[in-house]
């Protein structure tokens, strides 16, 4: 019978334990010789030849009772190591649950083994492990993406419970598990209250069971300690499960023709089909343009570009034509804007690397540059264009200013005085090991070929994202403070040894520096010279100023009803409902044209590449998959254990009796 038994023992074990009834029966058969004895009679001659039979080595088997115990003792010892047992019914480990659900973009993804979406099938799983809990027992729901939503706080309503995740609803957002586990262990990990004698423990820890139900389409779990939280997760989704998504879709400045506009697009494959698919290109709804893309045999990667010419302003919409269990990346949005400038304060010495990149026609179309020397920090000017928001973005080049303005910033070689910025001791020759290139200001920026001689590895406030990394460490991050961003490059373009000066790399000689330059003046100009805005992803802020310090925006959503926002008071709109997947409207104050639009993509590979994990990666451990929650066997070793010593004990009892059959 299929899981009745379960070996617990090797080849030896068995082997030296079916030795024993083979020599329990020998003992049988074996008699011991008589010792010969002389006598002086022959009287005891009859008795003696009678007994002849028992000197032989063997003798005729009779029944035993005793034989029959002991044989029986035996066959009960090894059929209790065999471990007897059935599955009985599923139970709950505990009594107290928390059902942490997986409600990503990935989850929508609708597997053809069950015909429900991974979200559904987790529901489904959860209503019927509510259904188990006993009497007494608490659950909680919480639901997760890229943030952690309190479904249901702890109850012992099982009908309350089955209703809050019937009510969930699937999102389009990433998958980020970290804030769930924390909901999670609060409870049974409590934390600390800190007073002035000491810290305090708040609560007792009260164990509770975490159920996580998703395809584990997220990263690995580090800097969390489950403690008195028991993990187990059930892996949803196809065990294999291929997927075409969009991974990039942006518009730009054609660089050899003025006033024409082209599109770039990225696709990815995961799994071993298709080798090509068919890309649509919409303008308001309209079709625009058809390409046939092949993805590459290896990775999987593909790419077009399509020319656009000189288009007004509208909605850009890219299309793939391929049927997979996961839609919501087989479209892009995008849009073209209307034309803005940035006003750019550069303050240099003698970089004409630098000069050059900022004096080129690209950059003289979208932004008004205003070169100084590092001397004019001190002067009369600079305080109030600094404090008031003047310009968009200001440069230092190896230069710091004493305060930071009320601006976006750029520092290259110097540390901001901001806190929470720091260089590390500098390093020789550090090797650039990988460049965010999905974001804004290094897109289209490649540093294979660049040699740097010495740099600054860098540490930067929470919030910050890594530009660059090198083998030593972060050589370039962006930071966000308060409505503005600061970039920071942990090394000079210059540098100086034994009185003389000299490049520090050769970064500004090649192509890619002009590139990264006009990056950083769109992306922190706020440039939207008749390109797509830059993308953000599902639940993220979009954050803007008004050109015409407008009293209020609306924005409408690609569906539901406009929102009306006020700007803060440095003239800041802060928009967080973006949930949907679309292009967005922007209409100032009482305008009736849409003044610029922004688009929600999810733009994520992890989450497009939707194979289900069979387990979670931790810091410390590996949880295994399971495909539901764990089933109570009924073990019978335990009784034949019980019965096997009453046995031992009738044949001891027996035996000194003396008492044969």
């Known amino acids: 019978m299929t899981g009745f038994f379960i070996n617990t023992l090797g080849p030896l074990g068995w082997t030296l334990l079916a030795?024993?009834?083979?020599?329990?029966?020998?003992?049988?058969?074996?008699?011991?010789?008589?010792?010969?004895?002389?006598v002086p009679s022959t009287f005891l001659?009859?008795?003696?030849?009678?007994?002849?039979?028992?000197?032989?080595?063997?003798q005729k088997m009779r029944q035993s009772l005793l034989l029959f115990l002991q044989l029986l003792f035996v066959l009960l010892l090894i059929l209790a190591v065999l471990r007897p047992g059935m599955e009985g019914e599923q139970k709950l480990l505990g009594d107290r649950f928390v059902f942490l659900i997986d409600n990503s973009a990935s989850m929508g993804s609708k597997d053809a083994e069950s015909g429900r979406t991974r979200l559904e099938e987790a529901k489904r799983r959860v209503q019927e492990m509510i259904d188990q809990m006993d009497s007494g027992d608490v659950g909680m729901v919480v639901t997760f993406s890229d943030r952690a939503s309190v479904a249901q706080q702890f109850t012992d309503n099982q009908r309350v419970l089955s209703a809050k995740v019937a009510a969930i609803q699937p999102s389009e957002h990433t998958t980020n598990i970290m804030e769930a586990l924390r909901v999670a262990s609060g409870l049974a990990n409590p934390g600390q209250s800190a007073f002035e004698e000491g810290d305090v423990q708040v609560a007792d820890a009260k164990p509770a069971t975490a159920y996580i139900l998703s395809d584990g389409r997220f990263q690995t779990i580090t800097d969390f300690s489950f403690g008195n939280l028991q993990p187990i997760y059930i892996p949803l989704g196809d065990e294999v499960s291929s997927n075409v998504g969009i991974l990039a879709f942006s518009t730009q400045r054609n660089p050899e023709k003025e006033g024409e506009l082209q599109v770039f697009c990225r696709i990815v494959r995961f799994g071993p089909e298709p080798t090509e698919v068919t890309a649509n290109l919409y303008f308001n709804n309209e079709l625009l343009d058809v390409a046939r893309i092949r993805l590459d045999n290896e990775d999987g990667t593909g790419g077009a570009q399509f020319d656009l010419g000189s288009l007004d302003v509208g909605k850009l919409r890219l299309e793939i034509e391929h049927e997979d269990v996961f839609p919501a990346d087989n479209v892009a949005y995008a849009a073209i804007n209307p034309p803005e400038r940035a006003q750019v304060l550069v303050v240099t010495e003698g970089n004409n690397y630098l000069r050059f990149s900022l004096g080129t026609d690209q950059i003289r179309r979208i932004a008004d540059v205003t070169l100084v020397t590092p001397d004019y920090l001190t002067g009369e000017d600079y305080p109030k264009e600094a404090a008031s928001g003047r310009y968009d973005v200001i440069i230092y080049d190896d230069c710091a200013p004493e305060t930071m303005p009320e601006s976006n910033t750029v520092f290259f070689g110097r540390k901001p005085p901001v806190e929470g910025w720091a260089f590390?001791?500098?390093?020789?020759?550090?090797?650039?090991?990988?460049?965010?290139?999905?974001?804004?200001?290094?897109?289209?920026?490649?540093?294979?070929?660049v040699s740097i001689y010495k740099a600054s590895p860098l540490e930067a406030p929470p919030g910050s994202t890594v530009l660059i990394e090198s083998d030593q460490g972060a050589l370039?991050?962006?930071?966000?403070?308060?409505?503005?961003?600061?970039?920071?490059?942990?090394?000079?373009?210059?540098?100086?040894e034994d009185d003389k000066t000299f490049f520090n790399t050769e970064w500004t000689k090649r192509l890619s520096f002009p590139v990264f330059v006009k990056?950083?003046?769109?992306?922190l100009g706020g440039v939207r010279q008749g390109q797509g805005e830059f993308s953000i992803r599902p639940g993220e802020n979009y954050a803007f100023r008004s050109s015409g310090f407008a009293k209020e925006v609306h924005i409408k959503p690609p569906s539901g009803r406009t929102r009306t926002i006020a700007p803060t008071a440095d003239n800041l709109f802060s928009f967080g409902e973006t949930d949907q997947l679309g292009t967005y409207e922007v209409r100032e104050g009482d305008a009736k044209d849409v003044s610029r639009y922004f688009s929600v993509n999810i733009f994520d590979a992890q989450e497009s590449e939707i194979q289900p994990k069979p387990e979670i990666e931790t810091q410390w451990e590996t949880i295994e998959g399971e495909s539901a929650w764990l089933p109570m066997r009924r073990e019978y070793w335990k009784w034949l254990v019980a019965i096997a010593l009453l046995i031992l004990l009738l044949e001891w009892y027996i035996y000194n009796r003396r008492v044969y059959v």
């Open 424 to 449: 590390q001791q500098a390093q020789v020759l550090p090797q650039v090991i990988d460049v965010a290139q999905s974001h804004p200001v290094m897109s289209f920026v490649n540093l294979g070929n």
């Open 476 to 496: 370039m991050t962006i930071a966000p403070r308060k409505s503005f961003e600061d970039v920071v490059l942990g090394f000079s373009f210059l540098t100086s």
């Open 45 to 58: 001659w009859s008795r003696t030849i009678e007994d002849l039979h028992v000197n032989s080595l063997w």
């Open 19 to 38: 030795i024993v009834p083979p020599a329990i029966i020998a003992l049988y058969f074996l008699k011991l010789r008589r010792q010969p004895l002389e």
């Open 519 to 523: 990056n950083l003046v769109e992306y």
